[in-house]
């Protein structure tokens, strides 16, 4: 059987190069078996939600059979969002989400990008979430991650160390998990 993975960059144009180091990996590491679609995002340096909800929906709509998304940082954040909101398609067999930042309770102006608490029903019924965290990312604080293990109880937790915000030293265990998705 033959899978897609629709991996949804995060923000900044230097998120997509070192997002390619992981498609280039995991093509090389997953085989013919696989098919990994890196969209392009316009207006990377300046993301809104609509521009990251729309590459996803759009190249969602566009891929048949099974799919496995994968989302990192903000990318993974708007992957969360959107199925809030709306129902999770049946072709999608899991998610693999790392350094995904939790909007909520910063003291920023992004209110675009949070999910409201009582949304997460969709999400619940998704068995294959799994969302990885390093202790050495630069980028997301701890707390972050653990407000996300609050909301989503039921996903599959990966507390890495010694990986940084690009999750490049996460790739084994993302080759792991895919492998896992696609057992049975």
Known sequence: MSYKILLIQGAGQVTRAEEQVIVDALNAKLGDDFNMLLPAIKGADNPTYRAWETALVTNLNSLSGKVILLGHSFGASVILKHFSKEPVPDKILGMILFGVPYWKEQNWDVSEYEIEDDCLVNLSKLDNIYVYHSTDD????????????KLIPKAHWRVLSGVDHSYHGAIPNMVADILELTKG
């Open 138 to 149: 630069e980028v997301i604080p701890d707390q972050q991650f653990k407000a996300y293990q």
